[in-house]
């Protein structure tokens, strides 16, 4: 099974951002995931992710509640480790979409061996919808957001009472 909007989309739409987000999730091995209850309400649970073979992985130990939470409502909000102090070098980082379970044995299995991930355990991969990454330069709040459906799009907020600008040089490759 395949996602419409993979991590290997991304990559390919938006090389340097897809970098960008990568490298801030790779910083450290622990992220917060966020699922929806039966009731409807979050829950926050700490994931290790992985990215590989154009899929963003969410691997979770078998019959844990984030796990039935996916299984029930596949939507999710992934935030990056902020690290240690203030500083969230390369950024504070979110992703959201839909988790999709992987349960094909062979390709568990295959995954289990490449990852050395002791059985058993559920796997997800993700369909992205959206792609947040909020970086300070200089005295502006920088917010880059990738949309399938729109792509790149970066708004600046200063440190002053002025709503929030477009920013048309923030959406090209090199912004």
């Known amino acids: ?28 091995p622990h992220h917060v995931l966020g699922t929806l209850r039966k009731d ?12 590989r073979g154009g899929e ?15 299984q029930r409502d596949p939507r ?15 950024g504070d980082v979110r992703i959201s979409g839909r988790a999709l379970e992987l349960v094909d044995p062979p390709e ?3 995954y289990a061996e490449e990852t050395e991930t ?21 005295d502006d709040l920088v917010v880059r957001t990738w949309t399938p459906e729109r792509g790149v799009h970066t708004l600046r907020r200063g440190n002053d009472d002025e ?4 920013d048309p040089a923030g959406d090209s490759p090199a912004g």
């Open 56 to 70: 963003l992985w969410l691997g979770m130990m078998a019959g844990s509640m984030k796990a039935r939470d996916l």
């Open 76 to 90: 999710f909000a992934l935030h990056s480790n902020p690290g240690p102090g203030e500083e969230m070098e390369g």
């Open 163 to 166: 709503p929030a600008r477009e």
């Open 1 to 28: 099974m395949t996602t419409t909007n993979n991590w290997a989309v991304f990559e390919t739409a938006e090389p340097e951002f897809a970098a960008a987000v990568r490298a801030r999730f790779a910083r450290y």
């Open 40 to 51: 409807g309400s979050p829950r926050l649970a700490g994931l290790n992710v992985d990215i």
């Open 108 to 110: 568990l299995h295959r």
């Open 118 to 138: 002791p059985h058993p355990f559920h796997l997800f991969h993700a369909d992205l919808t959206e792609i947040v990454r909020i970086t300070v330069e200089g």
